[in-house]
């Protein structure tokens, strides 16, 4: 399967001053869809500039709402597959082919990055760590990143599930839909980037409740979709 029919989705906001590396690494490789999330700078400039596609969002919508958007775009398009990165240098561009090897291999219908919680700020892998675990038992399969947004979405799986979300819970909710689909889930490993010279927009205390209350309604929104399967078998 040709590699062009890939898709890379960038959601981005605020990222003028970032984006513009990440996008020259895909320059000679992957086509590469924009979708400015509101930005309030010059990111769909810089986008442009580099000439690549650019989807806009009169205001802000989350990150969720930016992903489908994208997601979207590239279903109508004819793409197979989806390679997401965040816009802000957290992911590494040169680690992109793993995800597409292990696509071509057939290693998953959803490929998450793996990242090494042990390289992250101590208040960042508290809580992956924990939320990890958590989804793990609910989900009874064994989950070794749930938040990692460096992943390679199959159109199988783009069809499949249902994504509502619009924050950093986005990412929770997909693991969730796809095992209920029973859909595959594959791994790789990926660098643990930090340092960025960027405001945070996560909150430590306030998003890992989010996350929390995401596993305890996963649980709920998982017991129905197999109940649902279960029913029409």
């Known amino acids: 399967m040709s590699r062009s029919n890939i898709l890379v989705l960038i959601p981005a906001w605020d990222e003028a001053t970032r984006i513009r590396p990440i996008l020259e690494a895909f320059r000679d490789s992957q086509p590469v869809l924009v979708v400015d999330d509101g930005s309030s700078d010059d990111t769909a400039a810089v986008a ?87 989804l793990s038992k609910v989900l009874g399969i064994k989950i070794f990143d749930n938040q990692c947004g460096y992943r390679l979405y199959t159109r199988k799986l783009l069809e499949t599930v249902d994504m509502e979300r619009t924050g950093f819970e986005f990412e929770v909710e997909v693991v969730v839909e796809a095992v209920a689909a029973s859909l595959k ?45 279960n029913g029409r078998r």
């Open 185 to 229: 889930i594959g791994w790789v490993d990926v660098r643990t980037i930090y340092g960025i010279d960027k405001k945070s927009y996560f909150h430590p205390f306030y998003d890992s409740l989010k996350v929390l209350d995401m596993i305890r309604v996963s649980h709920k929104r998982f017991q129905e979709l197999k109940k649902n399967q």
């Open 48 to 134: 442009r500039g580099v000439g690549v596609e650019v989807v806009v969002h009169p205001q802000n919508m989350g990150k969720g709402v930016a992903l489908s958007t994208g997601f979207a775009w590239a279903l109508e398009r004819g793409y197979d597959a989806v390679l997401t990165l965040d816009a802000d240098g957290q992911h590494d561009p040169e680690e992109a082919p793993k995800f597409i090897e292990a696509y071509e291999r057939g290693e998953g219908d959803l490929i998450i990055g793996r990242r090494d919680f042990r390289k992250m700020p101590l208040y960042r892998a508290f809580g992956n760590r924990i939320s990890t675990w958590m």
